[in-house]
């Protein structure tokens, strides 16, 4: 867990997923240049390398698209989950695209001229007052900047020095490069490509990232959860508990809560994870132990400890049953407190 | 933008990443351990070592005042 740093925290679940992934990447490519390829219009000429760019670009588009709408997703659906837990090698990945697209573009572009390529970028498009002159390019490298500081800082190392509240602030910046990269499309290709598909992807993609995002913005509001008995929190019918699993609950005030069923034992924990913040309520019980979904980090239940020789705590709670519907109170204890479970018996069963 | 703001505009970011890469390297060579206790030898293998080095080429303010502020080790 937290007691040394190694490259990647491979699981062969990872392994696979990036195996899919590069298989997936490598398949849009081929697929993408070889039908730019044949269906090229009469009288345009595009080079491989233009091709390219253009493959590459879009790609990036649809990654950071895509990355963008897991989030959302997941809360509507179970599906989407692995895709969040390993969402941070496809950040990775969609940087490592897009340094490819802008790489191409600085060769193709700007690399044969008299001035230094990286001076051409910004003065090649100086009319900031028009659509077609406006210098996008400069939105693609402010975009390429905040991808690059993402992707460089997603090791487990930043999220414990930057600390978790810097850390994610820094990775929220995701939204603004997604904006830029939109900006740059529409005030780039947009402006003289003929081809709508182009409008069509850029307006999908955008207006589902944004439409996912309210939706889930909205239903998030209603999960918050006001049935309580002499201020406990109703968690859920017994019959509800699946064995080794937990519900979430979000009082209105504090962090939320996730309550487990292990066997006829019921215990409650904060729900976020000392690591990076993971949804401990999502995860399960493997080896007596709450096993955060995202990168493995165990609690035991009933102090909210982590087993020897790790020392990660997070607040416990004390639960009840009455007539077989599980409470909370949403009182925190200290992290690492000690909190008898609540055992499943005959009487309030 | 003039061509001469802009050749000002990449030295600046050229020197910046410069001066990034000479923390790096102390960050690679001992200042990991330094701010962590857990990144310390062994804690922290070469290739992580490695991983760390671009964003610290990219943070290299924050990561320098780290190693004169940073008293505590990090949660985790």
Not at chain 1, 71 to 98: E, I, Q
Not at chain 1, 109 to 134: A, K, M, Q, R
Request: include cysteine; charge should be neutral.
């Amino acid at each position: 867990m937290s007691h040394d740093y190694k490259a990647v925290q491979w699981t062969p679940f990872k392994k696979q997923f990036d195996r899919w992934m590069l298989a997936g990447i490598a398949l849009y490519l081929i697929s993408f240049v070889g039908v730019s390829a044949v269906m090229q219009p009469a009288g345009e000429s595009f080079t491989p390398i233009q091709i390219l760019i253009r493959a590459m670009g879009t790609l990036a588009f649809l990654l950071l698209t895509f990355i963008l709408c897991i989030g959302p997703l997941a809360r509507l659906t179970d599906r989407f989950k692995p895709f969040l837990y390993n969402r941070r090698h496809l950040g990775v990945a969609t940087f490592l695209v897009a340094l490819i697209h802008a790489g191409l573009v600085i060769l193709w572009y700007h690399g044969f001229g008299d001035l230094n390529p990286l001076v051409s970028i910004f003065v090649s498009n100086p009319e900031y007052t028009s659509l077609n002159g406006f210098p996008f390019e400069v939105l693609g490298f402010v975009a390429l900047i905040i991808l690059f500081l993402m992707a460089a800082t997603s090791h487990d190392f930043w999220n414990a020095n930057l600390g978790p509240g810097l850390w994610k602030a820094l990775h929220m910046g995701v939204y603004l490069a997604y904006g830029l990269l939109v900006a740059h499309v529409a005030l780039g290709a947009l402006q003289f490509e003929k081809d709508p598909l182009y409008v069509i992807l850029l307006g999908t993609g955008a207006g589902t990232v944004c439409l996912l995002h309210i939706t889930t913005a909205i239903g998030g509001v209603h999960k918050v959860n006001p049935a309580s008995l002499n201020g406990w929190l109703k968690v859920a019918d017994l019959s509800d508990m699946q064995d080794g699993r937990a519900k979430i609950i979000r009082p209105k005030q504090g962090e939320a809560i996730a309550v487990f069923r292990d066997g006829d034992k019921i215990s409650a924990v904060s729900n976020v994870c000392r690591h990076q913040g993971g949804p401990l309520g999502e995860g399960k019980i493997v080896d007596g132990c709450i096993t955060c979904p995202w990168h493995g980090f165990q609690y035991r239940m009933e102090d909210g400890c982590s087993p020897d020789p790790f020392t990660e705590k997070i607040a416990t709670y004390a639960t009840h049953i009455v007539h077989g519907i599980v409470y909370v109170d949403p009182a925190p204890n200290t992290p690492g407190t000690y909190q008898d479970p609540t055992v499943i018996t005959h009487n309030n069963a | 933008m003039s061509i001469e703001t802009a050749g000002y505009l990449v030295t600046g970011l050229g020197l910046y990443a410069a001066l990034g890469l000479v923390v790096a390297l102390i960050y690679m060579f001992g200042g990991a351990g330094r701010i962590d206790p857990a990144a310390k030898g062994k804690g922290m293998p070469l290739r992580a070592r490695l991983l760390i080095m671009p964003g610290v080429i990219g943070l290299w303010p924050v990561m320098v005042a780290k190693l004169f502020t940073q008293k505590e080790p990090p949660v985790s």
